[in-house]
């Protein structure tokens, strides 16, 4: 993939619209602007969205693609970083693809999907955490997850990343520079032990604040990607009952016939502005029916796949089978006494009516599981950047380690490997390919973005 080529690619869905716009950014984007207009480059102002004709030539009138608004922005005050066009035109498929055509006739190429935030990266106008939060915030499927991609395209996160960089480079050099100082053939011990206790603060500092960071970026994770719940329970307890209320829908069939529920019916709902899957099931029992006997089978899987399970119940939450409870062992378990308009039975973490659809208090606990309370810390960052995070805390547990041994050399190689990890995830790495940091990044993001 060439870095420097001029690209071009519509911006919008490619359908009938409003408006349909088209970007070109590169190098040669004043010289293919000047055979699509007729006014001369030199004289479109940046950052003004001006209305002219575009034209295949603009030498032949005749030409004439559309009169539509152009904005030029100049490098390297652009997205890319280079000199860019926004063409926005009629929307009409034919005039876009007419557009790009022309651009291509010029010099450009057809950008690939997300090429343009990938020039944006390559010339260091947003770091590769920035970068992905763009493709969050476009693909954000609550407020929540939104608010929280927006923070991350502010850069806020990766200046924190940074700033944890240039902790890690003021260890190496006090651990170094120290010992280069102090160490003598005759009191190695006595020197070391000034290092360790010089240094032990700072390593331990930065331990901290990446694992904060670490669990701050899970939390971010459970944001974005929505908390799955799976209603389970024994039969005729009113699971599908409460699937229905927690959606507002009738996607569940709901009748007084234990065994009603086979397969697995899923909804959604957004639960203070955090996106929740709900997962409906079969209800546990032993049954001779080989078809709600999958069903139960789907039920546990789904169980075992579950961020919390809502288990209700309208006796008791005595009688499960051992099978059952081993599947929801070490699963986070919100025990829900439902039919409250007709009992309230011993044992409930909370009390429903799914007739009445009084869940107020099922809800409230869901918005509890989710650490709403904590949740203004969470941070956008991929599923890529939690691995480099991940390898981060591990590598700065063990640097630790060392120090305390007295280990010094093991200890700043643990350093340096952790600020390797963090160049890497930032994208200041050269050893990194463009093509190998567009594919694990950029490759699955929109066309024209
Ligand atoms: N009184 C009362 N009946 C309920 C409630 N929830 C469900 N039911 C009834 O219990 C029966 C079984 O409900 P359903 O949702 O199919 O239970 P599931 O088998 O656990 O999915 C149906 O007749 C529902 O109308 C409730 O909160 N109160
Ligand atoms: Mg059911």
């Not at 329970?233 to 959606?247: D, I, R, T, Y």
């Amino acid at each position: 993939m060439e870095l420097l080529d001029t690209i071009v690619a519509l911006a919008t869905p490619r359908q009938p619209a409003a408006i349909a716009v088209v970007r070109l950014s590169g190098p040669q984007t004043t010289s293919i602007l000047a055979h699509l207009v007729r006014r001369s480059p030199e004289n479109i102002a940046p950052n003004s969205a001006l209305p002219m004709g575009i034209y295949s030539d603009a030498k032949n009138p005749e030409t004439l693609i559309d009169r539509a608004v152009v904005t030029f922005f100049k490098g390297p005050r652009s997205f890319t970083g280079e000199d860019t066009v926004e063409f926005s035109l009629h929307g009409s498929v034919d005039i876009a693809d007419a557009v790009i055509a022309a651009c291509i006739a010029w010099g450009a190429r057809p950008a690939r999907p997300g090429e343009f935030t990938m020039k944006a990266a390559v010339n260091g106008k947003v770091t590769l955490p920035q970068a992905e939060a763009v493709d969050a915030l476009i693909r954000a499927p609550s407020s929540r997850a939104r608010t929280l991609a927006l923070r991350g395209v502010s850069g806020e996160t990766s200046r924190q990343l940074e700033s944890i960089r240039d902790d890690l480079l003021r260890a190496i050099a006090e651990a170094e520079y120290t010992i280069e100082d102090d160490i003598t053939n005759d009191d190695d011990q006595r020197a070391i032990a000034s290092v360790v206790a010089h240094s032990l603060p700072l390593a331990h500092r930065i331990h901290l604040a990446v694992s904060q960071t670490l669990e701050r970026a899970k939390q971010g994770q459970r944001i974005a990607r929505g908390i799955t719940a799976v209603i389970a329970g024994e039969p005729n307890v009113g699971k599908s009952s409460l699937l229905n209320a927690l959606v507002d829908a009738d996607r569940a069939i709901v009748t007084p016939i234990p065994g009603t529920t086979r397969d697995i019916v899923e909804g959604q709902a957004e639960i203070g502005g955090i996106l929740f899957r709900f997962l409906d099931t079969a209800g546990l029992r032993s049954t001779p029916d080989p078809v709600e006997s999958l069903g139960i089978q789907r039920a546990l899987d789904a169980i075992a796949s579950a961020d919390v399970v809502l288990l209700v119940s309208d006796q008791s939450f005595e009688s499960l089978s051992g099978e059952q409870l081993r599947a929801l062992k070490g699963k986070p378990v919100i025990r829900i006494g439902n039919k409250a308009d007709l009992h309230r039975i011993p044992g409930a973490d909370l009390y429903t009516s799914a007739l009445n659809g009084d869940i107020a208090s099922l809800k409230a606990a869901l918005l509890k599981f989710a650490s709403l309370d904590d949740s203004e810390d969470a941070i956008c960052l991929s599923a890529r950047d939690l691995g480099f995070l991940t390898r981060l805390d591990q590598a700065l547990s063990q640097a630790e380690e060392a120090l305390s041994n007295g280990y010094i050399d093991a200890y700043s190689d643990m350093i340096r490997q952790g600020i390797i990890l963090l160049d890497d995830m930032l994208g200041h790495s050269k050893g990194q390919s463009g093509e190998d940091i567009y594919q694990t990044i950029f490759s699955h993001f929109c066309l024209g973005k």
